[in-house]
């Protein structure tokens, strides 16, 4: 492709813009993805990045239709057949099993780079997306009939549709003016590789704590990363310790869970906050992925949601398409933005009600009757799960099992 025009132009190929860029070009649209940093090529003999992701099996399946699955799922993933629940106090632990619902797995622990690098290899091979990177979005002259993109390099781009995958400080947001809620939570999000005595089972394991909740998710070698949720102060306290004295803090903060902790990576520690954008499309753009809402992490839902905004707007895109119309049409645009704002909004209050329940000391008789209800109740059981799984009713079609070529075909 030499021209400068195209059907859709993505800013930013972090693992939701790479990923829609994939679905898109092999649904046939001229596709332009911009990009700042190249990603690092993924090297699984080097030590296990920091930053890792419970992808559902609704995100799984979209990846597949986007061709980069396969490629993920041959290196160091680890597949959870088990989630399990508990604060450590008063807390029967609360356990889901996978084959229980139907499932065969819950979802697979993946490195972020991992799936950031296997789509951005399907699309730098495919030759069916023109690629601009190093480069970054400049400007954006929205028009009638189509948009005009400038990049920093000079190069100017004009598509009949914009998308906005450029992360929590979304540039396209800004110039757009979109508007945005933003809670702070004042916590960090502290990670870091662990081993323990015993080697973890294949189990997503949290324990709500009172500072927030502490996850052990399993890796492919028996040792687990975990996400523990801390007050900003305590995280930073924390982070300063030394390996010994953190290692004492974190038994005592998982103890009964696998014995004691044997082996420590290094440790980082990022702020939590819910960002929600007022609307996600205007004139011939639209957000999505974190550019459109950023959620807290105690689910591992954040890039789940951006997953189902990709595989949601390509669907609409090719129903567009199909019946002969614009795809930047602001009738088409409204419908993506209602169906993911509902979805995500949804997502990102139960993730803060969940929170407040925890947190809140006063709350403690609430929770002890929600817990009852969600452990009691099928129906209950079953819907969190449909949920957390990205496959229930609202996903996607993609995310069910629906192929790209179904989804084509007239
Ligand atoms: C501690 C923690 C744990 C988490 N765990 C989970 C989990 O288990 N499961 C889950 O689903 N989610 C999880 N999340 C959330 C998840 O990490 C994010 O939702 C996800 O990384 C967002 O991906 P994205 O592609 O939307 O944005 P980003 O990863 O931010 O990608 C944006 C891309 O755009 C590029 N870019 C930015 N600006 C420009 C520009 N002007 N021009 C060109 N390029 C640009 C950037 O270089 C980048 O590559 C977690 C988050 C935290 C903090």
Redesign the pocket.
């Known amino acids: 492709m030499n021209s400068s025009s195209y059907d859709v132009v993505i ?7 790479a990923t829609l860029a994939s679905l898109l070009s092999r649904a046939g649209f001229s596709v332009a993805l ?4 190249a990603p690092a090529e993924f090297d699984g003999a080097a030590e296990v990045g920091l ?5 559902s099996p609704g995100s799984a399946a979209i990846l597949e239709q986007a061709g980069a699955w396969k490629r993920i799922a041959s290196e160091r993933v680890r597949p959870y057949r088990r989630m399990q629940v508990e604060d450590g106090v008063e807390l029967e632990p609360l356990v889901f099993d996978a084959p229980v619902f139907n499932l065969e797995r819950l979802g697979t622990i993946v490195e ?1 780079d991992l799936v950031q690098w296997s789509a951005w290899q399907v699309i730098s091979t495919s030759g069916l997306v023109d690629i601009f990177c190093p ?3 400049a400007g954006i002259e929205p028009g009638e009939r189509h948009n005009r993109v400038t990049l920093g390099s000079g190069q100017v781009l004009t598509a009949s549709l914009v998308v906005g ?7 396209v947001r800004k110039i757009l003016g979109l508007r945005q809620r933003h809670f702070s939570y004042n916590q960090h ?1 502290l ?1 870091a590789v662990v081993g323990k005595q015993k080697p973890n089972p294949g189990v997503a394991w949290q324990r709500f704590l009172p500072g927030g909740p502490l996850a052990f ?1 399993p890796l492919a070698d028996g040792r687990s990363s975990i ?1 523990w949720t801390l007050p900003s102060a305590e995280a930073e306290r924390l982070l300063a310790l030394d390996d010994a004295g953190f290692i004492t803090e974190l038994d005592t903060a998982s103890s009964g869970w696998l014995g004691h902790v044997d082996t420590l990576g290094p440790r980082a520690a ?1 702020p ?1 906050s819910m960002r929600l954008s007022e609307s996600y499309a205007s004139r011939r753009t639209v957000l ?4 459109a809402h ?1 959620v807290h ?1 105690l689910a ?7 997953f189902a905004d990709a595989a949601a707007l390509a669907e609409k895109l090719i129903a567009v398409r199909l019946g002969g119309g614009d795809v930047g049409a602001a009738g088409v645009l409204r419908e993506y933005d209602r169906a993911r704002r509902s979805e995500s909004e949804t997502m990102a209050f139960g993730m803060h009600a969940i929170r407040s329940l925890f947190a809140i000391d006063g709350l403690a008789p609430l929770r002890r009757a929600g817990l009852a209800l969600v452990k009691r109740s099928w129906p209950a059981r079953d819907m969190f799960l449909q949920r957390a799984a990205g496959t229930g009713a609202s996903a996607p079609r993609l995310a069910r099992g629906v192929t790209l070529r179904e989804l084509m075909r007239p």
């Open positions: 800013i930013g190929a972090g693992m939701v813009g911009v990009e700042a940093v930053r890792v992701s419970a992808i972020n480069d970054h979005l995958a450029d992360g929590a400080g979304s540039r999000g990670v998710l996400v990022f939590l999505m992925g974190d550019a950023v992490p591992g839902q954040g890039v789940n949601l951006g």
